[in-house]
């Protein structure tokens, strides 16, 4: 049996051993450090490659974000920037505005809000002067303020942007 298994060793030292010492240890070192350099070199490769891949998306976001602010924003914004190059008291209401006994402070308000105005009223009594009116939304601010002061007997100025309502009108006179 000794025998048997030292002959198995002698077959299996014989098998490991390369012809013409082509995979000795010597020559063998080399070729294991010129397989690590290549594989050292892939990695860098690959790193370089998601490096530059990420510099692209973060270029490739910023552009969009720069685009979009630049040129689709204002696009969107523009009808908005067209009101503002119309005087305010040229625009016209969209619907119908009705009040029913309401003070003339709201509808101070809400012409305010509706025409981005500024309108005031000198008088505290005036504020809850109660007025009922329908305007049908083809009316501008001028014809508005207009018929209110018509109807209401109040006089109406233009201070630069502001506009002030006070107690006048042919009644009040004298």
């Not at 602010?69 to 920037?81: E, F, H, M, Q, S």
């Not at 005036?126 to 009316?139: H, M, N, S």
């Given at each position: ?70 040129l689709i924003k204002p696009a969107l914004i523009k009808p908005a920037a067209s009101t503002e190059e119309t005087p305010v008291q040229q625009l016209q209401i969209r619907g119908a505005m009705t009040f029913q006994q309401v003070p ?71």
């Amino acid at each position: 049996m000794e025998t048997m298994n030292e002959e198995i060793l002698v077959l299996l030292a014989r098998s490991t051993r390369s012809p013409h010492g082509k995979y000795t240890k010597e020559n063998t070192w080399p070729l294991l450090e010129r397989r690590l350099r290549e594989q050292t070199s892939r990695l860098r490769w690959r790193w370089l490659q998601r490096a530059a891949a990420s510099v692209a998306v973060i270029l490739m976001f910023v552009v969009g974000w720069a685009m979009y602010t630049t040129l689709i924003k204002p696009a969107l914004i523009k009808p908005a920037a067209s009101t503002e190059e119309t005087p305010v008291q040229q625009l016209q209401i969209r619907g119908a505005m009705t009040f029913q006994q309401v003070p003339l402070q709201q509808i101070v308000d809400e012409l305010n809000q509706t025409f981005a105005s500024d309108i005031r009223i000198a008088d505290e009594a005036l504020k809850d002067y109660r007025i009922t009116a329908t305007f049908e939304g083809e009316e501008t601010l001028d014809t508005i303020l207009d018929l209110l002061q018509r109807v209401a007997s109040l006089q109406i100025e233009h201070q630069g942007q502001t506009i002030i309502i006070k107690k006048g009108g042919a009644a009040d006179e004298g």
